[in-house]
């Protein structure tokens, strides 16, 4: 399989407009492409998997195993013919600070993948080779094979960047002249969804073909052909079990928020919730008037609800439809924006509340500034429909609000503060329902997706 990670030297130096370039570049030369994003990342695979219409996966080395993220990999390229991995922050950086665990640099050692590295050009010319090198050296493990400048001034600006590179060894495979019509709008939690942006494919499509010519695309195939052999893996996370378990049943459907407001979702999730036996029902929170007919469990994913407050508080029907089901006993998991939902009122920024489901004890409030980022371990604090009291699982955070609540005897997770000693309770669980600003991966733990589906099965056999 060919294949590619493209790095770059630091968070926004234009890792996704080369990523979407060459996705869109390859597209157009007749590949059929298939992406990926190193890491806990919602949006920028939006953009991937419309780009290429492959559903793009996410690689991540603190959830997943290096088993699982071979295996994710592997299954995801089917029918495909080559791979553009998308790095996350610095080509070194991990979620520790200290080693390469969690970092583009592991994904790459451990796909055997090599590596192209973008440099942000706009404020070097022949300092460009010292930076390059060291990237280069750093990690020998790691296999640089050239290097992509973004926000070139013009032609004699490239011609010193391109020398001073060439002259440590690396190959320079192009460049992406400065185009503030490459800039892809953004709010607080990062670029704005392909969801939401109807229109994305107009100008953005044109003016990216104008930088085509600016790329070595003979020189990037021919390293992309130059990857190492898949190590063997183990498969553990889609093993057939729905077949040999016989488990078809068509009752067993999760109705899934999924539109403008809804959109965090690890394509791999739904995959892993099939493969134990679930049918999966999209519907839209903003615009549909009641949830699917004849669901046994509901999952409300990550989002922008605060964007969409108002438009979620006026539909009245489908939150009295959700609210009247989820007290009735569907299982209900939620997960950030889900939670947020689900809660009693949303205030935004504005200081204007707006009326939410109330199916949860809390007010969510949204602030200027991130609240809670990062990996986080949790111990589950009680049996509920994913999970048992003292089960140990990972996930990830990302929010810019808070939960007032009074309700102190219902948190679904305790989760240790490693820096402090410390420990957090997090989240609400009851009967029915989790929800919680954390977002799992079931990859992590395949037996979180099984208990899901399994607390639905059990709930429509009642019914």
């Known amino acids: 399989m060919k294949r590619i990670v493209i790095a770059g030297t630091h968070s926004g130096v234009g890792k996704t407009t080369v990523s979407v370039g060459l996705m869109m570049l390859l597209k157009k030369m007749g590949f059929i492409v298939q992406p990926f994003k190193v890491g806990p990342d919602y949006i920028d695979t939006s953009y991937h998997s419309f780009i290429c219409g492959r559903n793009s996966r996410n690689l991540d080395g603190f959830l997943l195993s290096k088993n699982t993220i071979l295996e994710i990999f592997d299954n995801a390229n089917i029918g495909a013919q080559i791979s553009i991995i998308e790095g996350v922050m ?3 950086d991990g979620y520790n600070g200290i080693s390469d665990a969690g970092s ?3 994904i790459a050692k451990t796909l055997k993948s090599p590596v192209i590295l973008v440099i942000d050009g706009s404020n070097f010319s022949r300092s460009a080779g010292a930076l390059a090198l060291g990237y280069k050296n750093f990690d020998k493990q790691v296999n640089l094979r050239g290097v992509i400048f973004t926000k070139v001034s013009g032609k004699k600006h490239f011609e010193m960047l ?7 060894g690396l190959p320079v495979l192009g460049c992406f002249y400065m185009d503030v019509s490459l800039n892809i709008s953004e709010r607080h939690l990062g670029l704005i969804p392909m969801k939401e942006k109807v229109d994305f494919d107009k100008d953005f499509y044109k003016n990216m073909s104008k930088q085509f010519n600016n790329l070595n695309i003979k020189h990037i195939l021919k390293i ?4 190492g052999e898949i190590p063997k893996y183990h498969k553990k996370i889609k093993t057939g079990y729905r077949i040999k378990c016989g488990m078809t049943d068509k009752k067993n459907k999760i109705a899934v928020a999924y539109d403008e407001a809804f959109n965090f979702y690890y394509e791999d999730n739904f995959e892993i919730l099939k493969s134990y036996g679930a049918e999966l029902v999209f519907f839209s929170p903003l615009k549909d008037k009641k949830l699917p007919n004849d669901i046994s469990g509901l999952f409300l994913g990550g989002g922008f609800p605060e964007i969409f407050a108002k438009q979620l508080s006026l539909n009245a029907s489908m939150r009295k439809d959700i609210k009247e ?3 009735g006993g ?3 998991y939620a997960e950030c924006g889900g939670l947020m939902c689900l809660a009693e009122t949303l205030t935004d920024l504005k200081g204007k509340e707006y009326k939410m489901i109330g199916c949860i004890p809390g007010k969510i409030i949204m602030t200027n500034r991130l609240v809670n980022f990062g990996y986080k371990t949790m111990e589950v604090l009680k049996d509920n429909i994913l999970a048992k009291k003292g089960e140990i699982i990972k996930g990830h955070e990302f929010h ?3 939960c ?3 309700k102190t005897k219902d948190f679904a997770y305790k989760i240790l503060k490693h820096s402090t000693k410390t420990t957090i309770k997090e989240g609400f669980v009851k009967k029915n329902i989790l929800a919680s600003y954390i977002h799992l991966h079931f990859g992590t733990n395949p037996n979180l997706a099984k208990s899901f589906v399994e607390s639905c099965r059990k709930y429509s056999q009642n019914e």
């Open 104 to 106: 583009t640099s592991e």
């Open 224 to 227: 992309s052909d130059s990857a």
């Open 400 to 402: 810019y609000s808070v």
């Open 404 to 406: 007032k609540t009074n």
């Open 325 to 327: 089901k989820v007290e």
């Open 162 to 168: 391109k020398s001073s590179v060439k002259n440590m």
């Open 330 to 332: 569907l299982p209900t």
């Open 90 to 92: 610095g080509l070194y």
